[in-house]
Nanobody, 126 residues
Framework: EMQLAESGGGLVQAGGSLRLSCAAS????????IVWFRQAPGKKREGVSC????????SYVDSVKGRFTVSSDNAKNTAYLQMDSLKPEDTAVYYC???????????????????WGQGTPVTVSS
């Protein structure tokens, strides 16, 4: 069974850091791009970052550039999202997902995603 499992969410004060992990099983990990999404209460799900080990540069949306860093360890079938300088507006449930590539990171339509994780909540207090 193809699965993605996020971990590492929690409560942190503004300015703090968290590292999310996305562990994959049942898939050929390095054949996929791993996309990180988030969904804040009352808002639509948005893509925030994407990494595809077949290409050099990861992708970020403007709101997290310079604060979030995405990485992956193919040997461990795990991707990571290091989140620094967190802000209250980063509060959301964070999901990792597997997709064919990173080209649609900022698309409203998420139907290109092939596998979703269950999500991990992140709360940033002011």
């Amino acid at each position: 069974e193809m699965q993605l499992a996020e971990s590492g969410g929690g409560l942190v004060q503004a300015g703090g850091s968290l590292r999310l992990s996305c562990a994959a099983s049942g898939i050929t990990f390095d054949a996929y791009a791993i996309v990180w999404f988030r969904q804040a209460p009352g808002k639509k799900r948005e893509g925030v970052s994407c990494i595809d080990s077949r290409f050099d540069e990861p992708s970020y949306v403007d709101s997290v550039k310079g604060r979030f860093t995405v990485s992956s360890d193919n040997a461990k079938n795990t991707a990571y999202l290091q989140m620094d300088s967190l802000k209250p507006e980063d509060t959301a449930v964070y999901y990792c997902a597997a997709a064919g590539d990173c080209r649609l990171l900022q698309a409203d339509d998420t139907s290109y995603v092939e596998i979703w994780g269950q999500g991990t909540p992140v709360t940033v207090s002011s």
